[in-house]
């Protein structure tokens, strides 16, 4: 954001306070990039199916007891034991491999 800023300035304010601008908001943006890269370093990038348990999802093909759910925007293979039609919440419980172990959600019940 604070690289926008400087070249903006640079653009906008008049010689010399354009390039005294610039600098200063150089130097702000050096101490976010410091300052987001010390905050993520060495965190665990949180992706793949493990990371949906809990998510609530829309059944694209019954799942009687295997089928298709959109979850979080992406398609996944799925089963539900006790079954789910198209266009039913599922909850997602738990996975195996990439196929995701689904259950029909009780908030769609009420």
Request: charged share 20%.
């Amino acid at each position: 954001m604070l690289l926008l800023v400087a070249i903006v300035l640079l653009l906008a304010l008049s010689s010399p306070w354009n390039v005294v601008g610039f600098a200063v908001a150089l130097v702000g943006f050096c101490g976010e990039l410091g300052f987001w890269h010390r905050k993520v370093r060495g965190r665990p990038e949180a992706v793949g199916p493990h990371t949906l348990i809990g998510e609530v999802g829309t059944v694209l093909t019954s799942c009687r007891p295997d089928g298709q759910v959109q979850v979080l925007g992406t398609i996944w293979a799925a089963r539900c034991e006790a079954g789910a039609d198209q266009g039913d919440s599922v909850k997602v419980v738990g996975r195996r491999r990439l196929t995701l172990i689904v259950e029909p959600d009780d908030a769609d019940a009420r």
